[in-house]
């Protein structure tokens, strides 16, 4: 299996940094060759600790690659692409993961057009761009590849549920998912042709920076959060294409 990690992004407030680096150590231990994309700003000093951790993962295993990923930038989006490519051979590509997402901790009413554009940049059309770049729809064709690509979500983007509003607001944040779930949905369509699944995958209420910016404690561990991702995305199939799910397999309602 070959797994691409699509952007770890490390603005203040993301809890994917720590998430994605879960899903590469989980994924590196069990053998899955995974590739994971970084942007360049993962040399903060700031995430040293993370950054060694995946360092650390890469030189014990073999099957984890590390290539640089900016989701917002077209050109370096084109160039993971092509190394990628490159790294793949004839195999194909068997999951796409947009791990990438920003939070601005704005309330209704100082929410503001800068913010919302950096945060719909980098949670929306980063995950638009990753899908319209070649060779990465069709890196799945191969007969060797079942592939999956997984537009990660969270309930934030549920307008049904608006969970959490009382305690923390992230309107960008909100309005950002609830658009990643529409795109999800037409790339679920639009990529049918190519074999591809598209679903929305929310990893929880997790314990990392961003789960703890409410005044609860959040209920889920990362390791209890990656571990279910990773056995849904095991049992993905064309019935589950086109929907959002949970860490715990559980639907949620858009």
């Known amino acids: 299996?070959?797994?691409?990690?699509?952007?770890?992004?490390?603005?203040?407030g993301s809890r994917s940094r720590v998430l994605?680096?879960?899903r590469c150590r989980d994924s590196a231990r069990l053998g899955k060759a995974e590739v994971l994309h970084s942007p360049s700003c993962l040399a903060?000093?700031?995430?040293?600790?993370?950054?060694?951790?995946?360092?650390d993962?890469?030189?014990?295993?073999?099957?984890?690659v590390i290539i640089p990923l900016e989701v917002t930038d077209p050109a370096s989006i084109k160039a993971a692409a092509a190394r990628v490519g490159e790294h793949l051979g004839g195999s194909g590509l068997n999951l796409l993961i947009n791990n990438a997402g920003i939070v601005?901790?704005?309330?209704?009413?100082?929410?503001?057009?800068?913010?919302?554009?950096q945060v719909y940049t980098t949670n929306t059309v980063g995950p638009l761009m990753l899908g319209q770049v070649r060779p990465l729809p069709e890196l799945g064709c191969s007969t060797e590849a079942q592939r999956a690509g997984v537009m990660g979500s969270c309930?934030?983007?549920?307008?049904?549920?608006?969970?959490?509003?009382?305690?923390i607001h992230v309107v960008s944040y909100r309005c950002s998912k609830a658009a990643l779930n529409m795109l999800t949905k037409c790339q679920s369509l639009g990529y049918q042709q190519h074999g591809v699944l598209c679903v929305d995958l929310?990893?929880?209420?997790?314990?990392?920076?961003?789960?703890?910016?409410?005044?609860q404690k959040p209920p889920v561990t990362v390791e209890e959060s990656v571990g279910?991702?990773?056995?849904?995305?095991?049992?993905?199939?064309?019935?589950?294409?086109?929907?959002?799910?949970?860490?715990?397999?559980?639907?949620?309602?858009?």
Request: glycine share 10%; proline share 6%.
């Open 1 to 12: 299996m070959v797994c691409l990690l699509g952007g770890i992004p490390w603005e203040r």
């Open 20 to 22: 994605g680096v879960r």
């Open 44 to 55: 903060m000093p700031t995430w040293s600790p993370l950054l060694q951790e995946l360092q």
């Open 57 to 64: 993962l890469a030189s014990k295993h073999p099957n984890l």
């Open 104 to 117: 601005k901790l704005n309330s209704l009413d100082n929410e503001t057009l800068e913010d919302m554009t």
């Open 155 to 167: 309930s934030g983007g549920s307008i049904e549920e608006v969970y959490l509003w009382d305690q």
């Open 202 to 215: 929310h990893p929880g209420w997790v314990q990392t920076d961003l789960g703890g910016a409410a005044s």
């Open 228 to 254: 279910g991702m990773l056995k849904v995305l095991s049992y993905l199939s064309e019935k589950e294409t086109g929907t959002f799910l949970a860490w715990e397999a559980k639907v949620v309602p858009w």
